[in-house]
């Protein structure tokens, strides 16, 4: 019988504020029964496995790294664990595995290869800031990382003007203030709307949603935290 491929969100805020309540029941006891995963970053998936059973048996437990550098050797031999009858549990970094992020090769291998494949309830920080946005909900696009030169970047956020609906995109926390300050300026129709959703469920959390003619106008400071934006 082949294993199952158990997708485990991982907490979208600082380690410091873990908190117990955001994880469900269930998915404590789905992961207590695994010891194999693949995760994004080891440290990370070692610390939180700590943080949900402090006596989970981590010495016995195989962490298979999988990342942007990751080969079709380092996919083939997660594969084959669950081939050989093993449940896999697969952690992203932050948030939920497979939703930008390297957790989506593997499902879909699983998935060519007739592999159960189980997502479970989590913390996604996309889903939580568009709830959170009064924004359209029933049509957007999640766009993932806007591109790191400047002028493609604005590039980018110029193309979305003639498209309704929301658009979804998060950012590397030190560039935060300088995508802001691009869309302030780049959006000149006086009913576009913005939302900036920081450090979502961590303790220094912000979530607004304001014209963007109207935030031109103040002076907004974004600090290096976790950040979502939402353009309609």
Do not use: W
Not at 187 to 211: H, Q
Request: hydrophobic share 35%; proline share 6%; charged share 25%.
């Amino acid at each position: 019988m082949k294993g199952k491929l158990y997708l485990i969100p991982v907490p979208i805020h600082n380690e410091e504020d873990f908190n117990i309540e955001y994880t469900p029941p269930y998915l404590i006891k789905i992961v207590n029964q695994i010891k194999i995963f693949a995760v994004e970053n080891i440290r990370t998936s070692r610390r939180f496995l700590r943080k949900l059973n402090p006596k989970y048996d981590i010495d016995h437990t195989v962490f298979e790294l999988i990342n942007k550098k990751s080969g079709s050797d380092d996919f083939i031999k997660i594969l084959e664990y669950l081939l050989n009858g093993n449940n896999v549990g697969v952690m992203s970094e932050s948030g939920c595995p497979g939703i930008a992020d390297p957790g989506q090769k593997i499902c879909d291998i699983a998935h060519q290869n007739k592999i159960s494949v189980k997502p479970l309830i989590g913390p996604s920080s996309i889903l939580l800031a568009l709830m959170a946005s009064g924004l359209n909900g029933q049509k957007f696009q999640f766009h993932g990382y806007l591109p790191i030169n400047s002028s493609e970047r604005i590039n980018a956020l110029k193309k979305l003007k003639p498209y309704t609906g929301s658009h979804i995109f998060i950012e590397t926390p030190y560039r935060n203030q300088k995508v802001f300050d691009e869309i302030i300026n780049t959006f000149k129709d006086r009913n576009r709307k913005l939302c900036v959703a920081i450090d979502i469920t961590g303790k220094n959390e912000k979530i607004f949603t304001k014209k963007i003619d109207v935030l031109k106008n103040e002076v907004i400071v974004l600090k290096k935290y976790p950040t979502i934006f939402i353009i309609e």
